[in-house]
């Protein structure tokens, strides 16, 4: 048997589990329900499974080889976001606010997909595969957290993810070398000046005008502390101060993310970050403190994972379904995985203009199409079938 060959055969199987979860969204760290049916369905398959009965959310399937050798996992997220669908197909969301988004309900039909190819060449398998099924994804918190879950990480020698992407056309697929995911850090910066009134602007210290300054002296972090060459994004998402019409606010909070691709550079711009803040509220007669979170680190295929994931691809889908993609500046918690392990993270194609397929991630109209999602769960197949055949202990 071989892998793309099942394509055809398993296209509706994947199509209808996509549509199933994507009626029944739950959000991360909630996913109770979904982790439930895919036990159920790993059940149907006769794969066994771990729940993490701790969280009672995600699980990890295992097929054993035919052959004995190593152990590579293959990775889908699980979650949905809280944003109430504006879809109009029958397949709209059931759970009020809530709504797969980012494409995570075919992640997990397709990993759902490869397992059921993987058993029909389980006598071919020179090793075993883990099926994880991780919660959370969207916290940024959700793999660190699952690689303690049992014993299935400290088991594998490589991991292989992917992920639903709306810029690609339906049906091509990305997996470059190098660097594909930005870093997620998350940060909160807190000003405190003198309450006064309105006025009388002159016996207080104005938050408000504090904040504006750190905001516009941030910018020159990007613009004249990195080189024009690095992807480096600094962004304020949110400003809190005040509640009266005149009174000058005495403190203020603000909000906001930075993405980049570099690891060495994280302390650089947290070290710029608190030199301006602290010295830009200073010079206003104020403080101001920063607290910096790190979410996840860049993700960053390695180049032979690459290379193998390059031939699957053209011996799965042909030459002409791979495609380059520039890399992007949102954030995936697989990226954890890659600290660790050898990994390649992929980029499938969505993208249908014909069935109004053309919507952004996280926007509230998303969808894709799913016609294409079992050629992806052969990919995912074929990567474990070949990463295990040329990394046997022959």
Not at 352 to 361: G, P
Request: charged share 25%.
């Amino acid at each position: 048997m071989v892998i793309k060959d099942l394509i055809p055969k398993y296209k509706e199987y994947v199509q209808n589990w996509r549509r199933y979860f994507h009626e029944r969204p739950e959000l991360s760290n909630e996913e109770f329900e979904t982790t439930k049916a895919l036990a159920k369905e790993l059940d149907a398959m006769g794969i066994p499974y771990t729940v993490n009965k701790e969280t009672g959310t995600g699980l990890v399937g295992f097929i054993k080889g035919g052959i004995q050798g190593k152990a590579i996992a293959l990775r889908a997220d699980i979650d949905g976001l809280p944003i109430e669908e504006r879809n109009t197909f029958e397949f709209v969301s059931k759970n009020e606010g809530k709504m797969h988004a980012c494409g995570h309900d075919g992640h997990m039909a397709v990993l759902l997909g490869a397992a059921r190819m993987l058993l029909e060449v389980q006598d071919q398998l020179e090793g075993d595969v883990y099926l994880a099924f991780q919660p959370a994804e969207e916290t940024g918190a959700g793999a660190p957290k699952f690689m303690e879950f049992g014993d299935w990480f400290s088991k594998i020698d490589a991991i292989f993810g992917g992920h639903l992407w709306i810029d690609l056309p339906a049906g091509l697929v990305s997996v470059e070398a190098g660097e594909r995911m930005a870093a997620s850090s998350i940060f909160t910066i807190h000003v405190k000046g003198k309450t006064g009134h309105g006025a009388q602007p002159h016996q207080a210290v104005d938050a408000v005008v504090v904040s504006a300054a750190i905001v516009m002296n941030l910018q020159t972090i990007v613009s004249r502390n990195f080189s024009a060459l690095d992807s480096v994004v600094l962004t304020i998402g949110n400003i809190h101060s005040g509640s009266e019409w005149n009174v000058i606010p005495g403190e203020a909070t603000m909000g906001g993310t930075v993405r980049f691709f570099k690891r060495e550079q994280e302390q650089e711009i947290v070290d710029a970050m608190t030199r301006i803040i602290e010295h830009t509220a200073a010079a206003h007669g104020a403080t101001a403190t920063l607290e910096y979170e790190q979410r996840v680190p860049p993700t960053v295929n390695d180049e032979a994972s690459s290379e193998l994931a390059e031939r699957v691809v053209v011996d799965v889908l042909g030459k002409e379904k791979l495609s380059p993609m520039r890399k992007v500046m949102a954030g995936e918690d697989f990226a954890w995985y890659q600290t660790e392990k050898l990994a390649c993270f992929a980029f499938f194609g969505i993208r249908n203009k014909d069935i109004d397929a053309v919507y952004d991630h996280h926007n509230n109209r998303f969808t894709m199409d799913d016609s294409v999602l079992s050629g992806a769960s052969a990919v995912y197949a074929q990567y474990a079938l070949l990463w295990l055949h040329e990394h046997n202990n022959k």
